[in-house]
């Protein structure tokens, strides 16, 4: 932030709606910036646009120029992909707490886009008990997702807006 503040420059935010719908997102680490640009991308969106990006810098083009002006095999290194997700402050890995983010992010998709309850959830075929951890976590989670940087809205349903929750007076939706 400091650069940002001598050059004017902007700082990205990187939290995707997954973690920020579960509150797996740090203030000051994947919230840290002026404008978040995936906080309404789930995270198995995230890596399938990952991989999209990836497939044409992989079409070997001819090699003109200097060796900082060559193209790139893969702008997004295959080890950023392929790691597990961590937690903040060496904390657990996300999948020693959540469901797979295949699973997850089918539970979130209907619980926060499509206002699905519990028990139709569960009667999709998704786990009872990862449904419950999931609803928790996303209506505890409200107070850091009103600390978040702005962002793009590009599902029917985003954080903000369209969705919030008291933070206040112990509410339980």
Not at 30 to 59: E, H, M, Q
Not at 139 to 149: F, S
Not at 150 to 170: E, H, L, W, Y
Request: glycine fraction near 8%; hydrophobic fraction near 35%; include cysteine.
């Amino acid at each position: 932030m400091a650069l940002s503040n001598k050059f004017g420059w902007i700082v990205l935010a990187t939290g995707n709606k997954s973690e920020m719908s579960v509150g797996y997102t740090t203030l000051y680490g994947d919230l840290a910036g002026g404008f978040a640009v995936i906080k309404d991308v789930f995270k198995t969106l995230v890596y399938s646009l990952c991989a999209w990006r990836n497939s044409p810098a992989a079409v070997v083009a001819p090699v003109v120029g200097p060796p900082q002006h060559r193209p790139v095999a893969s702008p997004i290194p295959s080890s950023i992909i392929e790691r597990a997700p961590l937690r903040s402050s060496g904390r657990p890995r996300d999948e020693d707490s959540l469901p797979p983010y295949d699973v997850l992010d089918r539970i979130l998709k209907g619980y926060v886009e499509l206002d699905q309850s519990r028990e139709q959830l569960i009667a999709q075929g998704l786990p009872e008990a990862e449904v419950d951890r999931a609803i928790r976590l996303v209506d505890h989670a409200e107070y850091k997702r009103r600390q978040a940087p702005p962002g793009i809205k590009v599902s029917t349903r985003a954080f903000g807006r369209d969705r919030r929750m008291p933070i206040t007076n112990r509410y339980r939706g």
